[in-house]
């Protein structure tokens, strides 16, 4: 008589929301699965080192198309893998190779008793499970079981099927009962159960010669062994149940071996990739609206090669540069930046996890690095779970050595061609170590207009290559200039393009300075990798203003370090405020000379924390003869010092800055005899303040940017304190003269629009206020201004214009409001 159970074995149940429909428990009739072996191979050949190499991956792809051509017809295929390390890494990739030549093959582990356990998540859902043939099987049946064990030990993430050689009578519930999935040969009584039993029960409940099947409604069916068959039977009516149910867990290595599949089927069908792509850089500043720079590109990409870009157009600000000939600008970009994405390789050096559900047939997927190396990423992959196709990554990187400090980027994927599933999109914000701190960056590149295994490719890519024009190339380490030879080959450049010149002719109009207005001409060089260390160095001359910068990243330790120097050799004439209006008396000239030294260093999630050290040096004089007063004594002349300690925050477009100072100056007095004023407390100042400002891209080229803050501060005197207006003033209101206001406490907000009217021109126009309160009678006034900055094509010998202007419309203080600015012209070599 068969044993009939009265209390059930607990069942630990795990549902794998990804997984196919799991197979009958029990089949009979299926062949045994087709042989890939792979133990005499070299993996080396096979899994690309580094799947940032064009030529690495496409060589893979190729070599694995012939090894498993042959395999293509096979409904199910068993992989025999080596024994050693490279195990894991040859399983992904010959699960992706088989997947993206036939979706719907089964895939299965070959037992090896040898060979260590593979425990990788990853390995799991890469395939449908273990497989014991006759071959692997002792001809005793009452060994199975215990063979079924051991092949469970070594692969315990799926279920192993067994085919079986011969019928193994009432032990066929037993192994089913262990967990195994059983083929039974044809004619036995296992053959004939497998035929009665209802699709959709594949819950399983076994002891010796007794099955009870279960469906996920909870239905079931019992079976018992008796006379060499095996016939239904009621359930027992003393049956008690005692069930453990895990909470649902979702199979993320089954939706990431569809992803790896679908990328290989979408690489292998992109045999040559012509677009168009279109690279914008914003640069902001802790202040002021920033800048852009723009590049357009013809895109070449060929399988098995670097992708090439044909640079067709440079943007300075939105307008198109006037650059003829070969002309290679700094590359400033962290290293991998235009990498594959994270989950696209056939190699893994990130563990993944559940993220949840991203929208109907959506999930995200989560992805960290396996070690701390911090040029890979962490973040998320939105997937389409019926295809594998990803259609969003976000992905960042903290802490990184160079420049660039840290980045955000996002990917947005798109149906290039019909079939073929790639990035069209990618938007990046960066934070760039500067001499005057961190600053953010927001990157887009974009591609259209592809071509997808286009005839003329080769002749397109041939007439670029022969052309005069500048060409890149994306490798492995970042991009690189393809510069052409004598003999008009092109040879790829071994380090990144860091420096430059520029030659500037600036005309200055402002009534506060002296003279009002000032035509200069200035040199620039700058280097983003001086003497090849990372060190970025910028200096400017223009005789009557000079200026110098060095950053170091993390020169000193963690700390990244920076100096600067500045010298103003064209003097201003400083005149007090009295009763409301700019006085015509006790007029001062005022030249400077300062340098600074600063430390920072990141804290992370975009925080950041700055020590600063500056020392000026101040040179007053008589000023303009029309505001002297006789007898006025000057104020001391010398060095001043001062300690600063910033903290900032720079987030997608958002920034917020705090600072405290502490300052001593020259102790002394100055002004009228019979009105001398002192220093206050022997020189000894305080400042402080902060701001917030925001950047965003509101549509392609149009650009909005707003801006509070204030400052404060204590024991100021006229000559030290905070200066509002003119182009030098720690705030500068468009159309208000330089030295408008001596305060000890301001507040501003600024807004403005940078408006795209075509590749010949660009306006900005933005709307400024501020209120000071005046140190000389502690009255607050306020003034506001419209700025105007028009960005015109460069002619003759200059690459770009610009002319920017400021027009007083409001002010409580008579005699500031004026039109002041200046034009630029720019020429780059």
Known sequence: MPFRPLLALPVLTFTLAAQAPASAPLRTGVAEPAILDLRAVDGSLLVPRDNRDATQVEAARQRWTALVAGLKEASAVRLRLPSGEGRLPLLLAAAQALKAQSPTQRLYVAFDPEAAPLLDETAWGAVDGGALVPADLNLDPAKWRAQLTRAQDSFPGRPWTLWLPSDPGALVSVLMGDGGRVVVPAGGPGARLAETLPAGFTDVEGGLGDLTLRNRAGAMRRWTFAGGAWSSVPLPKDRTEVAVSAAEAYDVGALLAKVRAAQLRSRAMARTVQAKAELDLHLQTPSGRGGDLGFSFGYFEQAGEWPELLQKAVRFNGVTAKLDGEVQLPLIESRQSMSLPVALGMTERYRYRDGGAAGPGRRRLRFEPVDADPLLYAGDLEVEEATGRILVERRERTDLPGTVKSEREILTYGEAAPGLWRPVSVQTFERWVSAGGVVQVQRRFTYRDFQVNGEGFEAARAAARASGATMLKVTPEGARYFTKQGDGTR?????????????????????????????????????????????????????????ASLAIPRGLGSFDVSADATALLLKGTERPVVNGRLSDRDGVGRRFGKMGLELGRDLGLGFRLEGRGDFEYDDFSEGDSKYRTPGYQLPPSGLTRIGTLQGSWLFRGFQVRAYHGWGRRPDGTYGLAADLQEVPDGGDFRRWGGSLGLDRELSPGLWFHGEAGWASGRAFDRFKALDVGGLGGVVRIAGIRANAITADRLSYAKTALAIPTGPNLRLSLSLEYARARSLDDQKTYGMGGVGVTGDLPGFWLFTAVRVDLGVGVQSDIAGVRTVNGYVALLRVF
Request: charge should be positive; aromatic fraction near 8%.
């Open 491 to 547: 040879k790829i450049e071994e380090k990144p393009k860091s420096s430059g010149r520029a030659l500037a002719a600036v005309v200055l109009a402002d009534p506060g300075l002296t003279p009002p207005v000032a035509p200069l001409g200035g040199l620039l060089y700058f280097d983003y990798n001086a003497f090849g260390k990372g060190v970025q160095l910028n200096a400017l001359t223009a005789i009557l203003f000079n200026t």
